[in-house]
């Protein structure tokens, strides 16, 4: 499969455990911000996203925190399966930047069954 | 509905050659936006175009270049490939431009250069 990043920090977690995937942004003029998830072969699947005037928003299984004070998003996947092993990856819009997504370096997240 | 399409799905060129990449968008999606991956950098922003127009530039080097078409369906070409391109060019759609706008990645095509 491809490989998207020889160095990437990973989680390992047991099947049904709840996972937290964290990440750091950078520009404080970001609005938009998305998690996507990465299988190995595949282009990158949109999971969930968050505007900056919310700091938390729940998805099917998914939830996403937003903290805008230290710059930080947080995915967190409750009951995790094995079909949630992927890279994961954070990316963020700058106001007026069209569809110009800034991506973060990526979570290996690993399931152990 | 079809997702994106990119092609080819893999390339093997020579240094100092060219090459060209194609991606069709989803049915209806507007903007077209290219991404290049490597181990390295990750992921990073080629370019955007909307209605056949770039909206958006990323930092990279005028050897990378690319256009939009009517239908939307996108190219992008790289001149003087060196060994330093080698990666995965990924092609992301969108209904509209603006934040807010889910992009759809395709597949990508993995670039060799040697």
């Known amino acids: 499969g491809e490989s998207v990043g020889l160095h990437l920090p990973t989680l390992s977690v047991q099947e049904g455990d709840n996972s937290i995937i964290n990440c750091a942004y950078s520009?404080?003029?970001?609005?938009?911000f998305i998690w996507y998830k990465q299988e190995s072969g595949k282009g990158p699947q949109f999971i969930i996203d968050?505007?900056?005037?919310?700091d938390k928003r729940q998805g099917q299984r998914v939830t996403v925190l937003l903290n805008k004070t230290v710059k930080h998003l947080s995915l967190q996947i409750a009951a995790t399966q094995p079909g949630d092993s992927a890279v994961y990856f954070c990316?963020?819009?700058?106001?007026?930047?069209?569809?110009?997504?800034?991506f973060g370096g990526g979570t290996r997240l690993m399931v152990k069954p | 509905k079809a997702g994106v399409t990119q092609t080819p799905r893999y390339l093997i060129k020579t240094r100092g050659q060219q090459v060209t990449l194609s991606c069709s968008p989803i049915?209806?999606?507007?903007?077209v936006s290219w991404y290049q991956q490597t181990p390295g950098q990750g992921l990073q922003f080629l370019f955007e175009y909307f209605s056949e127009t770039q909206r958006n530039k990323g930092n990279f080097p005028g050897r990378f270049s690319g256009r939009q078409f009517s239908n939307s369906r996108s190219e992008m070409n790289v001149s003087t490939l060196e060994l330093g391109d080698s990666a995965l060019y990924l092609c992301?759609?969108?209904?509209?431009?603006?934040?807010?706008?889910?992009?759809?990645f395709g597949q990508g095509t993995r670039l060799t250069v040697v």
């Open positions: 990316a963020e819009i700058p106001n007026n930047a069209g569809n110009m997504l800034t």
């Open positions: 520009n404080s003029a970001s609005d938009y």
């Open positions: 992301a759609s969108s209904p509209v431009q603006g934040a807010g706008s889910e992009a759809f």
């Open positions: 049915s209806g999606h507007r903007s």
């Open positions: 968050i505007r900056s005037n919310m």
